[in-house]
């Protein structure tokens, strides 16, 4: 699904706002023990984030490519700024910034995925977050997770993935170690659960 559909979309698919947790026998790589935000979900396909996957870059890094900030500036930045947390958001468009974040902040190019979350793509908001007028809650990711016309249906059907009600604590919580286990037991699933019955199957 294009980033462009996510815009255009008013109508709410039934995966919408929904964690997909990936079952241990996951055949593609980029979502091994992976929780995906879903932001989108309709006939088109669907569109979500990769919320438990580090990044190497620091968003330091990221503002000075962007030269919001100068060498001097990067040294003098908060320390809530410098740790700002960066995520591999999925292997589509791996270049390319969104910022998941609380809807206390708009602006004219943030989309509405779900009551209480909003996605904006511009250097508005990275501006904002370094100079601390940003959202109260905030994550940036690069890249996306994207899937064409029924793929993803496929995929559930297939047992790749598990899929829940999100939850926001979760999609913002700093600590990435552990977010697979918390997402799974939203469900009231284990780990250990999941290697059982996949040895069964």
Known sequence: MALSTLRDKRERGFLDGQFLIAMPGM????????????????????????????????????????????????ITLPGATRD???????????????????????????????????????????????????PRKATMLLGYAGWGPGQLESEIGNNAWLNCPASEDLIFARTLDNKYERALALMGVSPEMLSAEAGHA
Not at 51 to 63: C, D, G, M, V, W
Not at 108 to 126: H, K, Q, Y
């Open 84 to 134: 700002f947390p960066i995520l591999n958001g999925g292997p589509v468009e791996t270049g390319r910034g969104f910022v998941l974040h609380s809807d206390d902040y708009v602006s004219e190019s943030s989309i509405p995925v779900s009551d209480d979350i909003s996605l904006t793509a511009t250097l508005d908001i990275v501006r904002a977050i370094c100079e601390d007028r940003g």
């Open 27 to 74: 055949p593609d790589g980029n979502f091994h023990r992976s929780v995906v935000y879903i932001c989108a979900h309709s006939p088109a396909g669907a569109m979500g984030f990769i919320i438990n996957r580090p990044q190497e870059i620091s968003f330091t890094e990221i503002l000075l490519h962007l030269k919001l900030v100068d060498q001097p500036e990067a």
